[in-house]
């Protein structure tokens, strides 16, 4: 099974299963990361937001317009910043690693 990588606020790394099929978001509240997701990955708004590592930032589908306007609101939003509730894992991405950002 593929794996992925969280990178919590202070710098834990977490290392999960990461089950092809699933989004970013699902994997984190699969795993018990604090991965808010609000709106349960409808695209109505930003608090799935992660920072993707910039080594796994060209493997990944580009973002869609809509998935844009909702990082428009994302707090701390970066250069490779996705939402967690758009990224569906695959065996591509098999050692993905996010960050999550700081909520302040």
């Known amino acids: 099974m593929p794996q992925m990588v969280f990178v919590e606020p202070d710098g834990t790394r977490r290392e999960v299963d990461a089950p092809v099929g699933l989004s970013v978001l699902e994997i984190a509240h699969k795993h018990g990361i604090a991965l ?8 109505a708004c930003a608090t799935c937001h992660v920072i993707i590592d ?3 930032w060209s493997k990944l589908e580009p973002a869609a317009e809509e998935e844009e306007e909702m990082l428009d ?3 701390g939003l970066e250069k490779t910043s996705r939402l967690g509730c758009q990224i569906i894992m695959s065996e591509d991405l098999d050692g993905l690693v996010v ?6």
Do not use: I, Q
């Open 73 to 75: 609101m994302a707090f």
């Open 54 to 56: 910039p080594d796994w």
């Open 99 to 104: 960050r999550l950002p700081k909520l302040s």
């Open 36 to 43: 808010e997701g609000a709106c349960e990955g409808s695209l």
